[in-house]
Every structure is written in structure tokens, then in C-alpha cells.
């Protein structure tokens, strides 16, 4: 079917995103590689996000979640390799020169937990809220000296096995289903306040948290970014969240007047430029 050339089946029964709009695999086999314009596009777009954001007293951090095949190469199909030269590696070292460029990229933390744990499903192409947990605690710390939050400890944040489908799973014939590591909250005092309940792109939603300091946190992110709610919403007293892949909206910005910023996004998007609307 359509909707199964879509999946790429690896070794050990993992599924992987294959012929999407931002051409995944050939980004992680290092045959689309980012062009110097496209870079240099990155380098102004994240100066110009950066300087803007801290005019208006807002602290920034971009997260960038490690694709699957980057965590689990070994799993990549016979003749596959993991390219050392890609996209987000490219990203990575080149935004390294741009001041005041906070960007994480929490890969050694999920490929240190595979041991124990897998921070991915077998047949989603996002991590699980284990991996999610991990990138949390990453902004966490980078955060810590800079903005008041309340930090969910590894105590407060159980882990419960789940049976799942996911996003690739689904679009076999018939479906896959995988275990999911999926996460609770044993302090959890958050509420959704307001929900555009929009699919995709345009949604827009706020939390409101008593237990947390009186901070406002806005986030701009992809689909990655939905499972980090259950933990961002927990350790900002407003947190305002919209559906936007690599865009800063910075009238939102100026209005909700956040102390934290967030651009949320997986590494297939780095051929999604920072462009932001003014």
C-alpha cells in the first residue's frame, strides 16, 4: 500500500520513517546533505531568534530529538549506515560560532539508556516518554541557573509498559503494535486551561500549573514536542504551547511575554530553515 512505503523495516523488527517530505533516510545516510546557503540560513535565522527573544527578556533553548536511527543503528537494514556528516550534525557545528546559541541535541543520554531501557518504540517514529523524560531533564539542567521551574525529579516520574502501535506500526497491513514506555506523574497538579483542539500544524494550547513558580514558559514545536507537555506543563506556573515546525512566532512572544522560549523539533526537520514571522 501507499501509506506502507512509507516504513522502512530494519533489523530486530524495527520500523523506521522512509520517503517523507524531508527525505529522513537520505539525511541520515548523509546523501542529503545541508548546502552552504541552507547553513548560512541556519547561522542568521538562530542569531536574529536569539538577539530578539533576549531584547523582549526571554531566555531561549532549542531541543533537537535524535531520530530513531541515530539511537539504534545497529537496527538500520543490511548495507545501511548512520552518516557521522548529516544534517544535525551539520547544524550542530555550525551554530556553535552563533553567540548565545543554546541548542541540545541529547543523543550519548538516549544511547546510554538503551542498556536498560529502549527510549523509543519499535514501531513509532518518536521517542517513547522515557526518551522524552531524557530530553526534559536536558533543558532542565540547561535552564537551571537562568529561570525558576519546578523540576520533576527521577522520583515523581514513574514508567509503565504499554502495547502501541505508533505511527509506522499503523501504517502497515495488517497493523504492528510494539511495547511504549508510557509516563506518569505521581505530583502531577497541571491542567489544560484553553485548547484550539486544531490537528497538526496551528494548535495552540495552555496549561496553568499552581505547584510551579510563577513563570511563563512558550513553546514552538513539531509533534515530538506533545509528549514533553506532560513534563513542561508541571514546572512552569503558564505554559503556552503551538504546533509550529522551526518558526518562532515573536508577536506571541511579545504578548505572553514568556521567560522561556523553546523550539522543539526532531532532527528530520533541519532542512525546515529559521525563518521566523516578524
Given at each position: ?38 547553513l548560512d540560513a541556519w547561522a542568521s535565522g538562530t542569531a536574529e531568534r536569539t538577539s530578539s527573544l533576549k531584547a ?85 539542567d540547561s535552564l537551571a541557573s537562568d529561570v525558576s521551574l519546578r523540576r520533576l525529579t527521577r522520583r515523581e516520574v ?103 522560549v523553546l523550539s522543539i523539533m526532531t532532527e528530520r526537520f533541519c532542512t525546515a530553515l529559521p525563518l521566523d514571522r516578524?
Amino acid at each position: 500500500s501507499r501509506l506502507a512505503d512509507k516504513v522502512l523495516r530494519g533489523r530486530r523488527g524495527r520500523l523506521f520513517l522512509a520517503r517523507d517530505s524531508h527525505d529522513s533516510h537520505r539525511q541520515i545516510t548523509g546523501a542529503r546533505p545541508l548546502s552552504p546557503e541552507e547553513l548560512d540560513a541556519w547561522a542568521s535565522g538562530t542569531a536574529e531568534r536569539t538577539s530578539s527573544l533576549k531584547a523582549l527578556g526571554c531566555q531561549f533553548r532549542q531541543l533537537i530529538g535524535p531520530a530513531p536511527q541515530a539511537v539504534h543503528p545497529e537496527d538500520l537494514p543490511q548495507g545501511m549506515f548512520l552518516a557521522a556528516h548529516r544534517p544535525v550534525q551539520q547544524v550542530l557545528d555550525r551554530l556553535r560560532t552563533v553567540p548565545e546559541a543554546h541548542v541540545l541535541y541529547p543523543l550519548d543520554v538516549l544511547r546510554e539508556i538503551v542498556t536498560f531501557r529502549d527510549p523509543f518504540s519499535k514501531t513509532d517514529s518518536h521517542w517513547n516518554d522515557l526518551g522524552t523524560y531524557l530530553g526534559y531533564e536536558m533543558l532542565a539542567d540547561s535552564l537551571a541557573s537562568d529561570v525558576s521551574l519546578r523540576r520533576l525529579t527521577r522520583r515523581e516520574v514513574s514508567f509503565h509498559e504499554t502495547c502501541y502501535a505508533g505511527d509506522l506500526g499503523d501504517k502497515l497491513s495488517p497493523k504492528r503494535a510494539s511495547i511504549f514506555l508510557r509516563a506518569r506523574v505521581e505530583t502531577a497538579s497541571a491542567r489544560v486551561v484553553d485548547d484550539n483542539r486544531v490537528r497538526n500544524h496551528g494548535r495552540r494550547a495552555v496549561f496553568e500549573c499552581p505547584a510551579a513558580p510563577p513563570t511563563t514558559c512558550m513553546v514552538f514545536g513539531d509533534s515530538w514536542a506533545y509528549s514533553l507537555m506532560l513534563f513542561l506543563a508541571e514546572s512552569f506556573r503558564r505554559v503556552v504551547f503551538c504546533h509550529r515546525v522551526n518558526v518562532i512566532d515573536h508577536d506571541a512572544v511579545a504578548l505572553e511575554r514568556p521567560v522561556v522560549v523553546l523550539s522543539i523539533m526532531t532532527e528530520r526537520f533541519c532542512t525546515a530553515l529559521p525563518l521566523d514571522r516578524n
